[in-house]
């Protein structure tokens, strides 16, 4: 997989991709993540990229010559199989979303900022609009980054322990079960006696139960409930 990031901040986004695993994913050349400066497209000699909305909404709003110009830039360069822009107006990012699109082989995020970006470049280009949640972030490069981790994870041999993925919460419509690690008993908090017996299928089914239990009381809405 390839991942694209235009953004106007491409600082604020590197650190994760320079740690762990998101690190080793592109030392083991399962992922490269490209991040691409729109101030490189940006118009005069300020380099100017934004400008005031049409209709007098307070707020920034990137123009469409400098997106346009990156976007055909890395389009020459490669056909995506999706081209994602990150705004809190767009459909609510979740694990099957993140599933599907790990399957891809180039992917390119436009992240929004300030008010947004011209409507002509959403039109014109983006196959995909996604919002990570119900709340206001000053600019999509955060969520840009939450999706990639997302995305990354899942490709096969990113993760040591390849079942791993498939425990998360949410991988079968459940939360996750909680877990213990050593000792087995620490300042008089014992580990339920289950996990130390050794019985794998009764272990699997006190798991599963948990889970349900978990889910009932913290996410009815996952069992169709609430
Ligand atoms: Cl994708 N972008 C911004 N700016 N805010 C958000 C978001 C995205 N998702 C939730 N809030």
């Excluded at 979740?94 to 390119?108: F, G, T």
Aim: hydrophobic share 40%.
């Amino acid at each position: 997989m390839r991942i694209d990031i235009i953004s106007v901040l491409p600082e604020l986004i590197r650190s994760p991709f320079e740690a762990s695993i998101l690190k080793r994913a592109q030392q083991k050349g399962l992922v490269e993540v490209h991040l691409h400066d729109l101030k490189a497209f940006g118009m005069g000699k300020h380099r100017q990229v934004d400008d005031y909305s049409f209709g007098g909404n307070a707020g920034m709003v990137l123009r469409p010559e400098p997106l346009f110009a990156c976007i055909e830039q890395l389009q020459s360069e490669r056909a995506y199989d999706a081209i994602l822009y990150t705004t809190p107006d767009g459909k609510r990012f979740d694990q099957k979303d993140a599933n599907s699109m790990s399957l891809l082989e180039n992917v390119l995020i436009i992240c929004g900022h300030y008010k947004g970006i011209d409507q002509r470049v959403r039109d014109h280009f983006v196959t995909h609009e996604i919002s990570i949640g119900d709340y206001v972030l000053s600019g999509g490069e955060l969520a840009a980054a939450v999706i990639s981790d997302a995305l990354i994870r899942l490709i096969p041999g990113v993760l040591n322990d390849e079942t791993s993925a498939l425990t998360d919460s949410f991988q079968d419509g459940l939360l996750a079960p909680p877990v213990y690690t050593r000792p087995a008993e620490f300042r008089g908090m014992a580990v339920p006696e289950i996990l130390t017996s050794g019985h794998a299928q009764k272990i699997e089914t006190w798991n599963h139960e948990q889970a349900l239990k978990r889910t009932a009381e913290r996410r009815p809405d996952l069992l169709g409930e609430e």
